[in-house]
C-alpha cells in the first residue's frame, strides 16, 4: 500500500475526507522513519496518528497498549475497515497465540497489538529482530513516567527499544501530560530527538458541571433524568459505594452494573463487553474501568466522590464525547473527600511521592473551588491558554451568585478560635448550629459564645463558606494532626472588621443550563426518528458480528446519515467514517433503512 497517498488511505480505508490539526504532519513524520511524541486530546484522533503510516511502510508495525480491552477494541475496530491487525497477550489460547504468530512471520499483518511485558520479552525480542519492523507506537506513554496519574514501572523499560532497534521510527502517544510528564516520557523512552505535536487538550463538546456534594445520589438521579437511553460512566472512590450506587441505579430503573477490581475477571469482561454492545447503559466503576476503553459514544461522565488529581479527571471526563458530538462531565464536590484523600496520600512511604501528589490534590481543589470559566482553569492547569471564557461549563452558563460573606466569615473564623483551633470542620459546623450531640455537650461547647449563631443555616452552606475560606487563605487544615482548622494572619483584619469578603453561594442543584439541543452535523439537523432506526439497524448487525457497535459505524456517523438520508453507495461513501470496506459490507443494511423511513 505503499504508493497510495495518505489522503486515499485515510478515505478509503476509514472513511474520513481530511486529516484533523497535525494528524498529516505527524503521519508524514512516521512515514519518512523519524521519530515522534504527539500530545493529543482522547477523541483527537492519535491511532490514524500510527495506524496509517503503518499501511504505508514495509514490515508490522507493534503497538504497545497498557490493557487487552484496548487491544481488542482496536483490533476490532481495524478488521472491521478490511486491515490486517492482529492483538497478542495472554487473553489468546495457545492455538490462537500460535495463528497471531504464524500471521506475524509469514507477513500477513499491518498491525501488531501487544502488552509491555510480553514485548519485551527475550523470546519475543528475539523474534521481532528478524522480522521487517515498520514502525513502534507507545500508547498511553505517559505510564512511563513517575510524575504521570498512571505511572507503571513495565513501562520504563521500553526505553530498551530505541537502543535495540535504532532505525526503526518510534511514536510515543498521550492524552494527558504535564510538562513534568513530557520530559519524563521523552528521556525514558529515548525520544530526544523526536519531532513533538502538541495537539492541545481542549475538548469544546464536553461541558462541565461541578455541584457541591449534599444528597449526592439525588443530586446524581436528577442529572440522569437529561440522560435517559444514553451511555454513561459513574466513578466512585471505593468498591462499596460502587457497588450500593448500581444496586439503587438498578432498582430506580436504569440498566447500571457495578465494576471495580474486587470482581472475579469473568464479571468484569463481562460487564465490560455488556456496556461496549450498549445492552447496559451506565457503569459505575472506581478508577480501575476506563483506561483505553474505546467507546465512541459515551455521552456522560459523573464523578460522585473527588478525584485525586486533574490527571485523573481529564482523562476520565475524556471518556466521553470521543466522537466529538455533545456531552456532559458532572463533579461532585464534597469537603470530606478533599480530608480523605488527603489522609491517604499522608499514609504514604516515600516523601518525594506524597509532595507530588499532595501537590496535584491541591490542584483539583483548585478547580473545583473556582469560579471562573473552568476550562480555562483546566486548560491552565496543562500550560495550555484559552484566550476567552468556554460557554460550555456551569459557570459560563450560569456564572454564580455572590453575597456578602463578611459576617458569615467572622462567625466561622470566630468559632474556630473559640473552639481552640483543635477542631475538625464537623465540629465547628455543629456548634455554629447549635447541635446538642454528645460531645458538643461533654466539651461544654455549648457555652461558647458562638454557639448557635449560625443556626439559621443548612450544614452545607456552612461547610461550602469554610471551604472558601480555606481555598482563599484565611484558615488551614493541618492534615498532619486530624484535619483540624486553625486560623491564618489573613484572619485577623476580617475578624477585626477592617475588611470585607465577598464570596460565592454554593451550587447543590443541578440548575436548568441552556440546552444544546441535538448536534448539528455541517449546516444539517439530523432526524431524531431516523438516528435511532438506524441505531437499531446497527445493532442488529454489530450482535450478528459479535462486536460493539460502535465498531460498525459512530454515532457521529449515524447523525450524519439521519442529516443527510444518502439512498446509494456515491452518497453514502460521502458520509464522514464510511470507507470503501464497510461500504460493501453494511452499506446496503443503512441504505434500506433510510429509503424504509423515507417511504413510511
Same mark, same amino acid.
Not at 500500500?1 to 505527524?26: C, N, W
Not at 511485558?117 to 513517575?146: M, N, Y
Not at 466521553?320 to 456532559?328: Q, V
Not at 492547569?381 to 459576617?407: M, Q, S, W
Given at each position: 500500500?505503499?504508493?497510495?497517498?495518505?489522503?486515499?488511505?485515510?478515505?478509503?480505508?476509514?472513511?474520513?475526507?481530511?486529516?484533523?490539526?497535525?494528524?498529516?504532519?505527524?503521519?508524514?513524520?512516521?512515514?519518512?522513519?523519524?521519530d515522534a511524541f504527539v500530545l493529543m486530546p482522547t477523541g483527537g484522533g492519535k491511532s490514524l496518528?500510527?495506524?496509517?503510516?503503518?499501511?504505508?511502510?514495509?514490515?508490522?508495525?507493534?503497538?504497545?497498549?497498557?490493557?487487552?480491552?484496548?487491544?481488542?477494541?482496536?483490533?476490532?475496530?481495524?478488521? /472491521?475497515?478490511?486491515?490486517?491487525?492482529?492483538?497478542?497477550?495472554?487473553?489468546?489460547?495457545?492455538?490462537?497465540?500460535?495463528?497471531?504468530?504464524?500471521?506475524?512471520?509469514?507477513?500477513?499483518?499491518?498491525?501488531?497489538?501487544?502488552?509491555?511485558?510480553?514485548?519485551?520479552?527475550?523470546?519475543?525480542?528475539?523474534?521481532?529482530?528478524?522480522?521487517?519492523?515498520?514502525?513502534?507506537?507507545?500508547?498511553?506513554?505517559?505510564?512511563?513516567?513517575?510524575?504521570?496519574?498512571?505511572?507503571?514501572?513495565?513501562?520504563?523499560?521500553?526505553?530498551?527499544?530505541?537502543?535495540?532497534?535504532?532505525?526503526?521510527?518510534?511514536?510515543?502517544?498521550?492524552?494527558?501530560?504535564?510538562?513534568?510528564?513530557?520530559?519524563?516520557?521523552?528521556?525514558?523512552?529515548?525520544?530526544?530527538?523526536?519531532?513533538?505535536?502538541?495537539?492541545?487538550?481542549?475538548?469544546?463538546?464536553?461541558?462541565?458541571?461541578?455541584?457541591?456534594?449534599?444528597?449526592?445520589?439525588?443530586?446524581?438521579?436528577?442529572?440522569?433524568?437529561?440522560?435517559?437511553?444514553?451511555?454513561?460512566?459513574?466513578?466512585?472512590?471505593?468498591?462499596?459505594?460502587?457497588?450500593?450506587?448500581?444496586?439503587?441505579?438498578?432498582?430506580?430503573?436504569?440498566?447500571?452494573?457495578?465494576?471495580?477490581?474486587?470482581?472475579?475477571?469473568?464479571?468484569?469482561?463481562?460487564?465490560?463487553? /455488556?456496556?461496549?454492545?450498549?445492552?447496559?447503559?451506565?457503569?459505575?466503576?472506581?478508577?480501575?474501568?476506563?483506561?483505553?476503553?474505546?467507546?465512541?459514544?459515551?455521552?456522560?461522565?459523573?464523578?460522585?466522590?473527588?478525584?485525586?488529581?486533574?490527571?485523573?479527571?481529564?482523562?476520565?471526563?475524556?471518556?466521553?464525547?470521543?466522537?466529538?458530538?455533545?456531552?456532559?462531565?458532572?463533579?461532585?464536590?464534597?469537603?470530606?473527600?478533599?480530608?480523605?484523600?488527603?489522609?491517604?496520600?499522608?499514609?504514604?512511604?516515600?516523601?518525594?511521592?506524597?509532595?507530588?501528589?499532595?501537590?496535584?490534590?491541591?490542584?483539583?481543589?483548585?478547580?473545583?473551588?473556582?469560579?471562573?470559566?473552568?476550562?480555562?482553569?483546566?486548560?491552565?492547569?496543562?500550560?495550555?491558554?484559552?484566550?476567552?471564557?468556554?460557554?460550555?461549563?456551569?459557570?459560563?452558563?450560569?456564572?454564580?451568585?455572590?453575597?456578602?460573606?463578611?459576617?458569615?466569615?467572622?462567625?466561622?473564623?470566630?468559632?474556630?478560635?473559640?473552639?481552640?483551633?483543635?477542631?475538625?470542620?464537623?465540629?465547628?459546623?455543629?456548634?455554629?448550629?447549635?447541635?446538642?450531640?454528645?460531645?458538643?455537650?461533654?466539651?461544654?461547647?455549648?457555652?461558647?459564645?458562638?454557639?448557635?449563631?449560625?443556626?439559621e443555616k443548612v450544614a452545607e452552606a456552612w461547610n461550602s463558606l469554610i471551604r472558601q475560606l480555606?481555598?482563599?487563605?484565611?484558615?488551614?487544615?493541618?492534615?498532619?494532626?486530624?484535619?483540624?482548622?486553625?486560623?491564618?494572619?489573613?484572619?485577623?483584619?476580617?475578624?477585626?472588621?477592617?475588611?470585607?469578603?465577598?464570596?460565592?453561594?454554593?451550587?447543590?442543584?443541578?440548575?436548568?443550563?441552556?440546552?444544546?439541543?441535538?448536534?448539528?452535523?455541517?449546516?444539517?439537523?439530523?432526524?431524531?426518528?431516523?438516528?435511532?432506526?438506524?441505531?437499531?439497524?446497527?445493532?442488529?448487525?454489530?450482535?450478528?458480528?459479535?462486536?460493539?457497535?460502535?465498531?460498525?459505524?459512530?454515532? /457521529?456517523?449515524?447523525?450524519?446519515?439521519?442529516?443527510?438520508?444518502?439512498?446509494?453507495?456515491?452518497?453514502?461513501?460521502?458520509?464522514?467514517?464510511?470507507?470503501?470496506?464497510?461500504?460493501?459490507?453494511?452499506?446496503?443494511?443503512?441504505?434500506?433503512?433510510?429509503?424504509?423511513?423515507?417511504?413510511?
Amino acid at each position: 500500500m505503499s504508493t497510495l497517498s495518505t489522503a486515499k488511505t485515510l478515505l478509503d480505508v476509514f472513511g474520513y475526507h481530511e486529516f484533523r490539526p497535525q494528524q498529516q504532519e505527524i503521519v508524514d513524520t512516521l512515514i519518512a522513519g523519524q521519530d515522534a511524541f504527539v500530545l493529543m486530546p482522547t477523541g483527537g484522533g492519535k491511532s490514524l496518528c500510527y495506524q496509517i503510516p503503518a499501511l504505508h511502510r514495509d514490515g508490522v508495525a507493534i503497538i504497545v497498549s497498557p490493557l487487552i480491552s484496548l487491544m481488542k477494541d482496536q483490533v476490532d475496530a481495524l478488521v /472491521a475497515n478490511g486491515v490486517r491487525a492482529a492483538f497478542y497477550n495472554s487473553s489468546l489460547k495457545a492455538e490462537e497465540s500460535r495463528q497471531v504468530l504464524a500471521q506475524l512471520h509469514d507477513g500477513e499483518l499491518d498491525l501488531l497489538y501487544v502488552a509491555p511485558e510480553r514485548l519485551l520479552s527475550e523470546g519475543f525480542l528475539e523474534r521481532i529482530k528478524t522480522l521487517p519492523l515498520a514502525l513502534f507506537a507507545i500508547d498511553e506513554a505517559h505510564c512511563v513516567s513517575q510524575w504521570g496519574h498512571d505511572f507503571r514501572p513495565e513501562y520504563v523499560k521500553l526505553g530498551r527499544l530505541r537502543k535495540l532497534f535504532p532505525e526503526v521510527p518510534m511514536i510515543g502517544l498521550t492524552a494527558t501530560a504535564d510538562p513534568q510528564t513530557r520530559g519524563d516520557i521523552l528521556e525514558r523512552l529515548g525520544l530526544k530527538q523526536a519531532q513533538c505535536f502538541i495537539a492541545g487538550f481542549d475538548r469544546p463538546n464536553i461541558r462541565y458541571i461541578m455541584l457541591e456534594k449534599l444528597k449526592p445520589f439525588d443530586q446524581l438521579q436528577t442529572f440522569l433524568e437529561d440522560h435517559r437511553q444514553e451511555a454513561g460512566i459513574v466513578y466512585a472512590l471505593s468498591r462499596k459505594r460502587v457497588e450500593q450506587i448500581a444496586d439503587r441505579l438498578s432498582a430506580a430503573g436504569h440498566r447500571a452494573r457495578a465494576y471495580h477490581a474486587g470482581l472475579a475477571d469473568k464479571e468484569r469482561k463481562k460487564v465490560q463487553e /455488556a456496556f461496549l454492545r450498549d445492552d447496559i447503559e451506565i457503569v459505575v466503576a472506581t478508577v480501575a474501568f476506563g483506561m483505553g476503553i474505546d467507546k465512541s459514544n459515551v455521552r456522560f461522565v459523573v464523578h460522585y466522590d473527588l478525584p485525586k488529581n486533574i490527571e485523573s479527571y481529564y482523562q476520565e471526563t475524556g471518556r466521553s464525547g470521543r466522537d466529538g458530538m455533545p456531552a456532559e462531565a458532572l463533579l461532585l464536590f464534597g469537603y470530606g473527600d478533599i480530608v480523605i484523600s488527603r489522609g491517604l496520600i499522608e499514609k504514604g512511604g516515600n516523601p518525594e511521592q506524597k509532595r507530588i501528589e499532595l501537590h496535584k490534590l491541591q490542584a483539583m481543589v483548585g478547580y473545583g473551588e473556582a469560579q471562573t470559566c473552568r476550562r480555562r482553569v483546566l486548560l491552565g492547569y496543562f500550560g495550555e491558554r484559552l484566550e476567552k471564557d468556554c460557554g460550555n461549563c456551569d459557570v459560563c452558563l450560569n456564572p454564580p451568585e455572590t453575597y456578602d460573606a463578611t459576617i458569615d466569615a467572622q462567625k466561622a473564623l470566630s468559632c474556630v478560635f473559640r473552639v481552640g483551633q483543635r477542631f475538625g470542620a464537623g465540629h465547628v459546623v455543629d456548634v455554629l448550629r447549635g447541635a446538642q450531640t454528645q460531645r458538643i455537650l461533654d466539651l461544654k461547647h455549648d457555652q461558647l459564645s458562638t454557639y448557635g449563631i449560625g443556626a439559621e443555616k443548612v450544614a452545607e452552606a456552612w461547610n461550602s463558606l469554610i471551604r472558601q475560606l480555606i481555598h482563599r487563605g484565611y484558615l488551614v487544615q493541618d492534615v498532619a494532626s486530624y484535619s483540624v482548622l486553625k486560623l491564618t494572619e489573613a484572619a485577623r483584619p476580617l475578624l477585626r472588621g477592617e475588611q470585607s469578603l465577598v464570596l460565592a453561594k454554593p451550587r447543590i442543584r443541578v440548575k436548568t443550563l441552556q440546552k444544546k439541543g441535538r448536534p448539528q452535523i455541517g449546516d444539517f439537523d439530523y432526524d431524531d426518528d431516523l438516528f435511532d432506526a438506524l441505531r437499531k439497524c446497527r445493532k442488529l448487525l454489530a450482535d450478528a458480528e459479535g462486536v460493539p457497535p460502535f465498531v460498525i459505524f459512530g454515532d /457521529a456517523t449515524l447523525a450524519e446519515m439521519a442529516a443527510k438520508m444518502p439512498t446509494d453507495e456515491a452518497a453514502m461513501m460521502a458520509i464522514s467514517g464510511v470507507g470503501k470496506h464497510k461500504l460493501r459490507k453494511f452499506g446496503s443494511e443503512f441504505i434500506n433503512e433510510i429509503i424504509s423511513y423515507m417511504c413510511r
